[in-house]
């Protein structure tokens, strides 16, 4: 993959989480899914992802969730990238991230949208 | 930068710009090796509730305020990065022979953006560990 085609998926992607996470919490607290008075009074990792699970907000939540997995598979190549000294250790790192990414987003897919 | 120079590199010749990009990198493969593994968590115990008892924990517990420290940090910080990136934040350097800038550091755009990031990072994440502290365990 080209540099600038991994930088413009990094970039796009950054900024479906920025602008996609608030307005996803935002959504649900307009609509009265999710109260003020509970998502001040309840701890973060229960409302992201559970209480959107329990909402049925999981589809909505998935677009973002995969979005992240996309979004923190190639920050690490580029990481990787930085570190591993050889082309072909690059080329692998490379084929592994993507076996890495493809994997856990169907994952993140599945639990999100059918395991209550 | 260059590559297979090691993460050494990482810490050399920090200035403001560098340290809040070593911070981003270090947020960012925590966030990693945080979020990647919790699929696999709720596939392997079943459903979200019981895959929710380990961050109960204080071990989760503890794992959870690193979370929200590095979200915040990262998320605000790649904002900044991103704007650079596109150029929207741009400066011109000072050539002063005794005190020259580099460009970023006279844009006020990203000075200001720069003090967000550690506001933002320092409310949110003193609230969130209040929450993962004291806040309810189950939803309503």
């Given at each position: ?5 991994e930088?413009?998926?990094l970039?796009?992607?950054a900024?479906?989480m ?5 307005a996803?919490?935002?959504a ?7 109260t003020i ?42 990481i ?29 897919f ?5 395991v209550p | 930068?260059r ?18 990009f ?15 593994p919790?699929?696999?968590l ?32 990262h998320?605000?910080n ?10 929207v ?16 550091r ?14 933002v ?17 189950t939803w309503?």
């Amino acid at each position: 993959m080209r540099a600038s085609v991994e930088r413009l998926i990094l970039i796009v992607g950054a900024f479906i989480m920025i602008v996609g996470m608030p307005a996803v919490i935002l959504a649900a607290v307009a609509l009265g899914k999710i109260t003020i008075e509970d998502m001040l009074s309840t701890n973060p990792l229960v409302i992201i992802p559970y209480a959107f699970v329990k909402i049925g907000w999981g589809l909505l939540w998935a677009i973002v969730a995969v979005d992240w997995v996309i979004h923190g598979s190639h920050g690490m190549r580029r990481i990787l990238g930085e570190l591993i000294k050889s082309e072909g250790g690059r080329k692998v790192a490379s084929y592994l991230i993507d076996a890495i990414m493809v994997i856990t987003t169907v994952v993140m897919f599945y639990v999100l949208v059918f395991v209550p | 930068m260059r590559s297979g120079r090691g993460v050494g590199e990482w810490f050399r010749w920090l200035n403001i710009e560098r340290l809040y990009f070593l911070i981003h990198r270090l947020t960012a493969i925590y966030l990693v090796l945080y979020i990647f593994p919790r699929p696999y968590l709720v596939l392997l115990h079943g459903s979200w509730e019981e895959a929710l008892k380990l961050d109960m924990t204080p071990l989760g517990r503890v794992l959870a305020a690193l979370f929200i420290f590095a979200i915040l940090f990262h998320g605000i910080n790649g904002l900044r990065i991103v704007l650079i990136e596109l150029g929207v934040v741009r400066g011109w350097p000072l050539r002063d022979p005794v005190k020259p800038k580099p460009a970023l550091r006279v844009s006020k755009t990203n000075m200001a953006l720069m003090a967000l990031t550690i506001l933002v990072t320092v409310v949110g994440t003193a609230l969130g560990i209040y929450l993962v502290i004291y806040g309810a365990e189950t939803w309503p």
